[in-house]
């Protein structure tokens, strides 16, 4: 087997300077979430590993996280699909190569067997075999089923890949599903997001490449260090929220002064990732901070949650949000109480009608 | 007028007592200020910032009242070690529990005149159970909230597990929401129960969280839970 280049290596190749290597090294920590003291482990293991290979397959979805993916300004994405990992494989960059390609993937998983990153974006879909995504002639279950259990570890990018995205909403009629079901014995990160945040993307994948692990993952699977606070308690808005000030339609002086959207279905209470802290494209904006109140969109579900403008989901349509049906329980309750008490009246009165009668008859 | 012979129980401890009534104004004040929490009102002719209705003040009254009702449990287990008569449990393990309690049920519905005396019947220790599922659940719903601030200190590690078994953190707000109005409903029952029972039968039903006692003309079926009558009248 030909001798892997490690970053070092192709830094060395390109003929870029030790101290431009050892900045990325400073820029790549810190975009991972990690401390400054990590600065050495990381650039040790930029020197010494080889580039990871990387396989990056796509199942049911719209490749947005393509689209998020390839704004990343730190690392651009273009310098960690060229010189940060080696990249053999991947559906959306090669989707007019055809035969020769398919059998590459074959041999990548061939080679490197236990070794490579398997990077998912996209849904399972499992009805029917999986007969409604298919690609190369295989059903997309079975590619991930074969590429999966033979990584060293899986990434699952998108809430489609977390927990089945926009075409698991009701009815589902495709069976679509998260993919951790067919990684096996394999470990999973999920990074949900629709799209994840594009810097979350390419951190989540350099600290796989780079440590050769999983990050400190939470409950859900999901990399703490950008999964670990809420929108709500990271938002530039929250001093509104606290203050009780609220935008109460979407275009009111509140809604232009830029108070706390809550009361239009801010998801953000119930919502983990870094758009309070890291924003989008390089710090730029969020969607709150453009006025739009959060959806929830690395949540599981949040397609369900309807309506996204409203604050409690409206499940028990005709009635509508949990406290209206809570009220409603209420009421009858009242109302039945106060109908057993006029019975119970009722009862005693007639009771006490017969006792006399029977007393009278007695004596 | 016709003389009523009645024995007077000693039930319920002081400890049981004050949890009680600790128990009522936590449930009042929680469930008022929760529903400020999702729907604020709008406070309108003033500056948000200096009312007493900020979204601050809302949230830390529900959280005090939250944790001073956590606390008050020691009470009750206090009360529930010292003294027979605060243990409530309803005995689903033995037999009669489950003839006795379709006994009272059916008294309630109506179809029959009496049921066989208790000093604390079946059906509302059954209920009680059932309030004390519902306050956990909205101890672990609560907490799951709560402390998902930091989801890395102890508060997170031991109730993180929460969020994951419903399904996200959303469906944690349904179920804290769904059981709150729950526990309204019981307090609703609750409340008329008591009364009924005090009017119907003048057994001291809704004194007794205060003085601790009751008056029963019969022996009750489960006279033997708890230390026999102390005077007669």
């Not at chain 1, 698991?168 to 997001?193: C, E, H, L, M």
């Amino acid at each position: 087997m030909d001798k892997r280049e490690s970053m070092w290596d192709l830094y060395l190749k390109k003929g870029m300077s030790r101290r431009t290597f050892v900045k990325s090294c400073v820029a790549l920590t810190s975009l991972m979430g990690l401390s400054t003291d990590q600065v050495s482990k990381v650039v040790e293991a930029a020197e010494k590993k080889p580039l990871p290979v990387v396989v990056w397959i796509h199942g049911h979805e719209c490749t947005g996280c393509d689209e998020s993916f390839i704004r990343s300004g730190a690392p651009l994405a273009s310098d960690l699909v060229l010189s940060q990992i080696a990249l053999e494989y991947d559906h959306l960059l090669s989707a007019a190569s055809g035969e020769p390609f398919e059998a590459h993937l074959e041999e990548t998983i061939q080679k490197y067997k236990g070794q490579y990153i398997l990077c998912v974006e996209g849904a399972a879909c499992t009805k029917d075999n999986g007969v409604y995504c298919m690609s190369g002639g295989h059903t997309f279950t079975h590619t991930l089923q074969h590429a999966a259990q033979n990584a060293a570890a899986v990434i699952a990018y998108g809430t489609c890949a977390v927990s089945g995205g926009i075409q698991a909403a009701k009815p589902n009629p495709t069976g679509s599903s998260g993919i951790a079901q067919f990684a096996g014995s394999t470990p999973v990160v999920n990074v949900p997001g629709c799209p994840p945040i594009p810097e979350v993307m390419t951190g989540v994948v350099m600290h796989v490449a780079l440590f050769g692990t999983v990050p400190p993952l939470d409950g859900e699977g999901r990399p703490k260090q950008f999964y670990g606070n809420r929108i709500h308690d990271t938002c530039y808005r929250r001093p509104f929220f606290d203050a009780g000030m609220f935008a109460e339609s979407f275009d009111d002086a509140g809604a232009k002064a830029g108070w706390c959207l809550y009361k239009l279905g801010c998801r953000g209470p119930e919502t983990y990732n870094s758009c309070g802290n890291l924003r989008w494209f390089q710090g730029m904006s969020y969607p709150i901070q453009s006025g739009a109140p959060c959806i929830g969109c690395s949540n599981a579900h949040f397609w369900d949650d309807g309506a996204m403008t409203e604050r409690l989901p409206k499940f028990g349509q005709p009635i509508g949000d949990v406290d209206q049906i809570g009220a409603v329980m209420a009421a009858a309750t009242a109302v039945g109480v106060a109908g057993h008490a006029a019975a119970s009246v009722v009862q005693k009165k007639k009771r006490i009608a017969d006792e006399k009668k029977n007393e009278g008859a007695g004596e | 007028m016709k003389e009523e012979k009645r024995k007077i129980y000693y039930l319920f401890s002081p400890y049981l007592r004050i949890f009680h009534w600790i128990m009522v104004l936590a449930i009042i004040v929680l469930f008022i200020t929760g529903l400020l929490v999702t729907k604020p009102v709008t406070v309108l002719g003033i500056e948000p910032t200096y009312t007493s209705m900020s979204m601050d003040w809302v949230r830390n009254i529900h959280f005090i009242a939250a944790f001073a009702f956590c606390a008050a449990f020691i009470l009750r287990i206090y009360g529930f070690i010292v003294n027979k008569g605060d243990r409530l449990f309803p005995r689903v393990w033995e037999g009669h529990f489950y003839s006795e309690t379709i006994d009272v049920a059916l008294h309630y519905m109506l179809l029959k005149p009496h049921h066989a005396p208790f000093l604390r019947n079946p059906l509302a220790r059954a209920s009680y159970a059932g309030l004390y599922a519902m306050v956990l659940v909205e101890i672990l719903t609560g907490f799951a909230m709560y402390y998902m601030t930091e989801p890395s200190n102890i508060g997170g590690i031991l109730f993180s597990w929460v969020n994951v078994v419903l399904g996200g953190e959303m469906m944690t707000h349904w179920v804290h929401h769904i059981v709150a109005w729950l526990i309204i409903v019981f307090a609703i029952g609750h409340v008329y129960m008591v009364l009924r029972a005090d009017i119907m039968e003048a057994e001291g039903e809704a004194s007794s969280m205060f003085s601790g006692v009751k008056f029963l003309e019969h022996v009750p079926k489960d006279a033997g839970e708890v230390e026999p009558p102390k005077t007669e009248k």
